[in-house]
Nanobody, 129 residues
Framework: QVRLVESGGGLVRTGDSLTLSCVST????????MGWFRQAPGKEREFVVG????????RYADAAKGRFTVSSDNAKNTLFLQMNNPNPEDTALYYC??????????????????????WGQGTQVTVSS
């Protein structure tokens, strides 16, 4: 089991950078495939980026490619999402997720939200123009 706590969200302006953090307070993130999803008001939850359990593979949504970077610090049991050059369309509640399926499929990146059994409470990112 894993308990995920996100932080780092806030109000930023277009072009500013910010980094979201997700720490697991229970369980090691090295046992899971991890990722980030987001949900904007009035919209469905959408995939942002995923990383395989062994860390060898990542996959980004088109909206995140070239601007966002996922990384982890396993010693600190923390997943990061660096957001460069955000724009108002990135305004959303960002969720950190963990998939126990990563235990069996170490090099697979999961895109479907149903693959992730653990979700944090989310951190709000608001980008002003």
């Amino acid at each position: 089991q894993v308990r995920l706590v996100e932080s780092g969200g806030g109000l930023v302006r277009t072009g500013d950078s910010l980094t979201l953090s997700c720490v697991s307070t229970e369980g090691s993130i090295t046992n899971y495939a991890m990722g980030w999803f987001r949900q904007a008001p009035g919209k469905e939850r959408e995939f942002v980026v995923g990383i395989s359990r062994v860390g060898s593979n990542t996959r980004y949504a088109d909206a995140a490619k070239g601007r966002f970077t996922v990384s982890s610090d396993n010693a600190k049991n923390t997943l990061f999402l660096q957001m460069n050059n955000p724009n108002p369309e990135d305004t959303a509640l960002y969720y950190c997720v963990a998939s126990p399926r990563g235990t069996y499929y170490g090099d697979i990146v999961f895109v479907n939200p149903s693959s992730y059994g653990y979700w944090g409470q989310g951190t709000q990112v608001t980008v002003s123009s």
